[in-house]
């Protein structure tokens, strides 16, 4: 059974940090662009951040580029989001994905994880 669970969300102040996990089983992801996705209260799912299994590709939303730094240890089948200078605007649950290509639509992913909250207080 494919399973990706994410933790390290939590409540931070403005301006500080946290770090997201994305641990993978069931199968490999090596070669799988993993994606970080987030969904506020409201508002659509939208893209975060995603990096394709070579590490070669990289890309992120425009609001959090300089911020937020997505990274992968495929020896560990694990993708990380580390989350600075945190915002309110911020405040989301963020999932992980992968998918078989290198993309930014969530429709394109294969597996989800469950989600974990991240809340910003001002």
């Known amino acids: 059974q494919v399973q990706l669970v994410e933790s390290g969300g939590g409540l931070v102040q403005a301006g500080g940090s946290l770090r997201l996990s994305c641990a993978a089983s069931?199968?490999?992801?090596?070669?799988?662009?993993m994606g970080w996705f987030r969904q506020a209260p409201g508002k659509e799912r939208e893209f975060v951040a995603v990096?394709?299994?070579?590490?070669?590709?990289?890309q992120y939303i425009d609001s959090v580029k300089g911020r937020f730094t997505i990274s992968r240890d495929n020896a560990k089948n694990t993708v990380y989001l580390q989350m600075n200078n945190l915002k309110p605007e911020d405040t989301a649950v963020y999932y992980c994905?992968?998918?078989?290509?290198?993309?930014?639509?969530?429709?394109?992913?294969?597996?989800w994880g469950q989600g974990t909250r991240v809340t910003v207080s001002s």
């Open positions: 990096k394709y299994w070579n590490g070669g590709n990289i």
């Open positions: 069931g199968r490999t992801f090596s070669n799988y662009a």
């Open positions: 994905a992968a998918a078989r290509y290198y993309t930014i639509l969530p429709g394109a992913y294969d597996y």
